[in-house]
């Protein structure tokens, strides 16, 4: 059973760049989408964009200006790159795996256990 | 952006009750609609998807039904460990948009 794992500083600055792993085991990486979603303290969900393991991505339109998201398939990782964060970024970052062929009509099944990242300086 | 409206945003029932959520689309999405249950601390865990499927290895109480903008999640018999909180989600377009959650609560 496929398991995903996030890493990274749990404390960022405001104004600087976000940036977390997702780590995939029991599974492999080059197949699916592979996802990245976000909650803030006590909110909803919140969708950032997904890879696919060829490297094609998607990300939504209100973070596009600001989000990277990468994939090392050698590594079984894919990660996120937020730049210029401010607190309104403060929230627990999943990682998600999503279709095998589209994200369209398809549910995200496997989800890592969530990284909390606060930026404050 | 396709908006997900969810009703009631919490709800109090007891073990046992019969529990309905629903979930409404601002365009028609066919049935491309997921449903998620998160805990206190934990991620959310795919129950739902394309409406009406069970997700492999969830409990047969719940079920989803519903195409085009309406949506329900029915929990048949609710238990002890189904107080959570329940998000719907559309698969049918980028960006992919959650609903605001239903907290299920003891009564």
């Known amino acids: 059973q496929v398991q995903l794992q996030e890493s990274g500083p749990g404390l960022v600055k405001p104004s600087e760049t976000l940036s977390l792993t997702c780590t995939v085991s029991g599974g492999s990486i080059s197949s699916h989408f592979w996802n990245w979603i976000r909650q803030p303290p006590g909110k909803g969900l919140e969708w950032i964009g997904y890879?696919?393991?060829?490297?094609?991505?998607n990300y939504s339109p209100s973070l596009k200006s600001r989000v990277t998201i990468s994939v090392d398939t050698s590594k079984k990782q894919f990660s996120l790159k937020l730049n210029s964060v401010t607190a309104a970024d403060t929230a627990v970052y999943y990682c998600?795996?999503?279709?095998?062929?589209?994200?369209?009509?398809?549910?995200?099944?496997?989800w890592g256990q969530g990284t909390l990242v606060t930026v404050s300086s | 952006d396709i908006q997900m409206t969810q009703s009631p945003s919490s709800l109090s029932a007891s073990v046992g009750d019969r529990v309905t959520i629903t979930c409404r689309a601002s365009q028609s999405i066919g049935t491309y609609l997921n449903w998620y249950q998160q805990k206190p601390g934990k991620a959310p865990k795919l129950l739902i998807y394309?409406?009406?499927s069970l997700q492999s290895g969830v409990p047969s109480r719940f079920s989803g039904s519903g195409s085009g903008t309406d949506f329900t999640l029915t929990i048949s018999s609710l238990q002890p460990e189904d107080f959570a909180t329940y998000y719907c989600?559309?698969?049918?377009?980028?960006?992919?948009?959650f609903g605001g959650g239903t907290k299920v609560e003891i009564k």
């Open positions: 989600q559309q698969s049918y377009s980028i960006p992919l948009t």
């Open positions: 394309k409406a009406s």
């Open positions: 998600a795996r999503g279709g095998l062929l589209t994200m369209l009509g398809e549910g995200l099944d496997s």
């Open positions: 890879i696919y393991y060829s490297g094609g991505t």
